[in-house]
Nanobody, 126 residues
Framework: QVQLVESGGGSVQAGGSLTLSCVAS????????ISWWRQAPGKQREAVAA????????FYAETVKGRFIISRDTTATTVYLQMNSLKPGDSVMYLC???????????????????WGRGTQVTGSS
């Protein structure tokens, strides 16, 4: 049974920071690939970042590169998305997704993932 649970969403001002968490269960340590996605109302889902749990390789969308950091804890049970220098466009729903592999290495393809969390909402504040 695979289960993904996100947490850490909330209200944040532009320029602020926020860290999201994704607990992924049902995958093996060296055969788990986790990615973060986001989606604004009326917009297409966008890949944000990804990590190969067993290897530590990380990948980022150009829109967040240099601002966001994806990582895992020491037990490889939780994946984090540290978001810095937040912009208004970053205040959307964030979801984590899991897969046992990336076909062709295309981590940014939505079809690669069959397991999704419910999402956690990031909202802008003034």
């Amino acid at each position: 049974q695979v289960q993904l649970v996100e947490s850490g969403g909330g209200s944040v001002q532009a320029g602020g920071s926020l860290t999201l968490s994704c607990v992924a269960s049902g995958y093996t340590y060296n055969n788990r690939y986790i990615s973060w996605w986001r989606q604004a109302p009326g917009k297409q889902r966008e890949a944000v970042a990804a990590i190969a749990i067993g290897y530590g390789n990380t990948f980022y969308a150009e829109t967040v590169k240099g601002r966001f950091i994806i990582s895992r804890d020491t037990t490889a049970t939780t994946v984090y998305l540290q978001m810095n220098s937040l912009k208004p466009g970053d205040s959307v729903m964030y979801l984590c997704a899991g897969s046992t592999r990336w076909y062709g290495g295309y981590w940014w393809k939505e079809a690669q993932y069959s397991d999704w969390g419910r999402g956690t909402q990031v909202t802008g504040s003034s």
